[in-house]
């Protein structure tokens, strides 16, 4: 999921049509529904607040004609990826109401991993759920915590929360933004200085976007307000933590920075490390588009074997990592990746992906591949063997999918249809991230 939030002193007419640029650039974080809150907190000296939410792409919600239709000083947005059972226009962000602090809006990217006991809690005290999300559960704790100022209330919520998340809250005339202790998600600061307006993002490539500045990165445990004073930091639990490192790996877009450290370099690493762990001999290097490709050029760098685009990639069809039924994954693949066979026939070809998770892609890609002519496919991932879910903040099924959880290296290569098969050790996982010792890595297994 992907959020941005801008905080304008002035009453502007064209919150919609900036934000609309924004989270287009973070479409890729999510296609199943998105949604936005606009927040007056200045006119007639009355709050007033306008969302409008639904399933599909950034571009079906955000309609053109009201890009400068409503007037504003705070917004905060939100695009989001669904299962199968959650995806409706009820389960899109933000969600809302009146509390005694006045109204709230919020938006969430991550995962509650205690959502099912805070949910029970609430039921027994008489709360009424009306989504299937876990920010529902925030918002009501939000409420229930107003007696205490807005400050308290977010921070006696957030002390109750386990998992991961990354937060933009309107509060009458406050926007204020949390990251987790974890840090398992970023969020970044950014201002548009010649519109003295601040902005909140998963990615700098949002900021990218709509000409905003990079200020700093939200840090793990921090709490910002913002304001017309400017913005307040409070520092609400002690962490060095960084982002998770599947932010790198497959989230992230290569233009982004995370932390300090870019996407694409990250991702360029890793190539030049598959190739220096395993030398093999081969004709050409594809890259799987888009999140392959920097690896795939990182390995032709090391190895001399010449890099090919020879992977055409469906600009309109969705992730199929995040498509929420698998039927849907295995046809999304053949429609969104068609390899240009005059490149491929007859050639050993190192074909580089961002990981192996379920294992549908890949052995999807192979079959194309071998379809197209290719002699041998030499398949690698970017990623280390991924054994299990956590903190992911997607809905992978832990029973059956995670091929790395139950198979050896073999038994994968095997099932996927491989010439040969090799992943990123964790070892170099490792040396890449500046030894990893703030980065979350239990997704992964030990190097054998």
Known sequence: MGILALHSKKVRNDLVGIAYYGMYALQHRGQAGAGYTICDSKTNNEVRIKTIKNVGLVSDVFKVEDFQKFIGTILIAHTRYGSKNTVSSRNCQPVGGESAMGYISLVHNGDISNQAELKQELLNNGSLFQTAIDTEIILKLLSINGKYGYKEAVLKTVKKLKGCFTLGIIINDKLIGVR???????????????NDMYVLASETCALDAIGAEFVRDIEAGEMV????????????????????????????????????????????QTGKCLYEQNPIEADIVIGVPDSGVPAAIGYSEASGIPYSAALLKNKYVGRTFIAPVQELRERAVKVKLNPIKELIKGKRVVVIDDSIVRGTTS??????????????????????????????????????????????IEEIRKVIGATTLDYLSLKNLKKILNGGEDFYMGCFKEDE
């Open 363 to 408: 052995k999807k890609l192979i079959d194309i591949l071998f379809e197209a002519g290719a002699k041998e496919v030499h398949f690698r991932s970017a990623s280390p063997v991924v054994i299990e879910e956590s903190y992911f903040g997607v809905n992978i099924d832990p029973n059956n999918k995670l091929m790395g959880s139950y198979m050896s």
């Open 180 to 194: 987790d202790p974890e840090g398992l998600r970023p969020l970044c600061l950014g201002r548009i200085v010649e």
């Open 225 to 268: 307000v913002i304001d017309d004073n400017g913005v307040e930091s409070i520092k609400y639990k002690e962490s060095s933590k960084k982002a998770s490192s599947f932010e790198y790996i497959y989230f992230g877009r290569p233009d982004s920075v995370i932390d300090g450290i870019s996407v694409y370099d990250f991702r360029h």
